[in-house]
């Protein structure tokens, strides 16, 4: 296909009908207005000197909060049929909260848009530490405050946003908010999140909800090698990274000596965190390279981990890297998809791709282009292979705060200039603005 893009490809092929094309965001990481709410864990951590890499806060971030109007017409313009935005639990704590997601949903249905809701995308109530069980009590509690103000016009949501993520890099290691480094002391951060999972499935049906999802996050571990202390190693960080959040919610049990860790009985929650839910979400990026511990700590998220830990992180040579230095890997996508298929059978429900995307500089974003048209053609080869796929969502619709990085990195398929706060769409948002229109 030909675009005004500049860049000529081989179409895209065709996804079935209903296919679900959207784009994500985070609040955190675009609304702002960080003074017309509550504090959240972010506030803190990042007020803290040296905990993000510019130096930066999401105080104003791409003041979506005031400028949302503006962003439904670039979602309007680019032709998605859905987007995935986060609520945030200390702006709906706060007066006006939801009344700012009534509004949005509101301009979201009038512009065609179908409105994706997740429900918990890390900014957790200052007040509130997911370290304590009643936690995820009170989240239940918000998620029926936000379905029933909602949920008249809201008919797909998601639950949590990467579990995974928030334990590891927040609790586990330090270098995301809460900033804990509690290594495997952290599992009941994991434990507890994946209760409120379930527990916020239960809240959304009494609501009259339907079409509940999680959005974990998943990729292939490979061994570095086929020695069995390479392959023992790699086999214990897929459990940590991938079979530890989607086992409980698809088998309704932990992969065998996690439970072990976790705090006090577990059994009785494992029916609530494997609820059923209506399909399930991947955020994927990239595959990960394992091996046994070489003794020097190994690397994660830009952190050197703590030495003796059971693994090691390897590089995956011979692939072109991100501006975050993530190696591109699109068949990885479809290794995950029919992996998955494969481990979890007829208990996997259908898969909504939730994120999919890449950190790069400029408005000509060639290589941004690139990446999505390998990624989308991997993900259809999915399909044909028989992984029941319903929907694709690009990380991201605008550049935004990316968390420890601060504003370092660019996601978007939409410039921002923090400093006008300017939108310009990218040579990516017309390529793939081209891409919807041809699968219509």
């Known amino acids: 296909m030909a675009t005004d893009a500049g860049t000529a490809t081989a179409p895209i092929p065709r996804f079935p009908d209903g296919f679900l094309w959207g784009v994500s965001t985070s609040a955190h990481q675009i609304e702002g207005a960080a003074d017309e709410r509550e504090p959240s864990v972010w506030d803190a951590f990042t007020a803290e000197p040296g905990r993000v890499r510019d130096g930066s806060t999401a105080a104003v971030a791409c003041d ?3 400028r949302h109007r503006e962003d439904v017409a670039l979602l309007a313009g680019l032709g998605v049929d859905a987007y ?3 609520v945030s639990w200390p ?9 700012f997601y009534d509004r949005l949903v509101d301009e979201l249905c009038a512009a065609g848009v179908r409105p994706v809701p997740t429900l ?8 509130l530490d997911w370290l304590e069980r009643d936690t995820a009590s009170c989240f239940a509690e918000y998620v029926s405050l936000v379905a029933g103000r909602l949920g008249d016009r809201v008919t797909k949501w998601i639950t949590l946003n990467e579990p995974a993520e928030h334990t590891l890099l927040g609790h586990a290691l330090g270098v995301h908010a809460p900033g804990r480094r509690l290594l495997f002391d952290a599992l009941p951060v994991a434990h507890h999140q994946l209760l409120a999972h379930g527990l916020a499935v239960r809240a959304l049906r009494a609501a009259g909800a339907g079409d509940i999802g999680i959005a974990n996050s998943h990729g ?8 069995p202390a390479d392959t023992e190693a790699a086999d214990f960080y897929d459990v940590l ?7 409980p919610l698809l088998l309704g049990r932990y992969p065998e000596g996690i439970d072990a860790l976790l705090p006090g009985d577990v059994e009785s929650d494992l029916s609530v965190i494997a609820e059923p839910v209506d399909w399930y979400g991947i955020n994927y990026y990239a595959p990960t390279r394992v091996g046994a511990p070489q003794g020097t700590g190994a690397e994660f998220g830009g952190v050197t981990l703590p030495a003796g830990l059971p693994f090691s992180l390897r590089p995956v040579e011979g692939r072109p890297v991100t501006d975050f230095g993530w190696p591109v890997v699109p068949e990885g996508l479809t290794e995950l998809l029919t992996g998955f298929r494969d481990r979890y059978g007829d208990r996997l429900p259908p898969v909504v791709i939730t994120e999919n995307g890449c950190s790069y500089e400029g408005l000509d974003d060639q290589d941004r282009i690139a990446y999505l048209d390998g990624h989308i053609r991997a993900l259809h080869r999915a399909v044909e292979a028989g992984v029941d796929v319903r929907g694709y969502f690009v990380w991201s619709l ?15 398929l939409v410039h921002v200039d923090f400093e006008t706060l300017q939108r310009t769409p990218k040579a990516s948002y017309r390529w793939f603005r081209d891409v919807l229109r041809a699968q219509r």
């Not at 918990?120 to 007040?127: N, Q």
């Not at 292939?220 to 020695?227: C, I, Q, R």
């Open 64 to 66: 979506h909060y005031h």
């Open 84 to 86: 995935r935005f986060s």
């Open 91 to 99: 702006r709906v704590n706060s007066p006006g909260g939801l009344d």
């Open 120 to 127: 918990f995308h890390w900014d957790l109530p200052a007040r």
């Open 220 to 227: 292939p571990t490979w061994a570095a090698s086929g020695e």
């Open 241 to 247: 990274l991938n079979r530890l959040f989607a086992d």
């Open 398 to 412: 605008l550049d935004n705060f990316e968390w420890a990085e601060g504003y370092a990195r660019r996601f978007g």
